[in-house]
């Protein structure tokens, strides 16, 4: 079992900055990987961006150049680093844990909403 606790959301202007934290506790040396998705209201959950535990990153297009995703392993935790957020990225923001692409535990989510 792993649980992940998420921080760090709230309400910022368009332009502004964010980090969202998820700390993992459990079974974390049977993650492979792990990641941020995000669902805004009536849309499904997309892939924001994942982290592999040899530090490999991949972005959505859509966050590519603006969000950073980096661990910090001493600390089982993984941030969000977002800048130039924009309105469309208002979403509930949930931490992911890959233990098998089969298994996946999530977090209780995190709300950001970003202002226009």
């Known amino acids: 079992q792993v649980q992940l606790v998420e921080s760090g959301g709230g309400l910022v202007q368009a332009g502004g900055s964010l980090r969202l934290s998820c700390a993992a506790s459990g079974s974390i040396f049977s993650i492979n990987a792990m990641g941020w998705y995000r669902q805004a209201p009536g849309k499904q959950r997309e892939l924001v961006a994942t982290?592999?535990?040899?530090?490999?990153?991949n972005y959505a297009d859509s966050v590519k150049g603006r969000f950073t995703i980096s661990r910090h392993n001493a600390k089982n935790t993984v941030y969000l680093q977002m800048n130039s957020l924009k309105p469309e990225d208002t979403a509930v923001y949930y931490c992911?844990?890959?233990?098998?692409?089969?298994?996946?535990?999530w977090g209780q989510g995190t709300q950001v909403t970003v202002s226009s």
């Open positions: 982290i592999t535990s040899g530090g490999s990153t």
């Open positions: 992911n844990a890959q233990v098998h692409s089969w298994l996946n535990y």
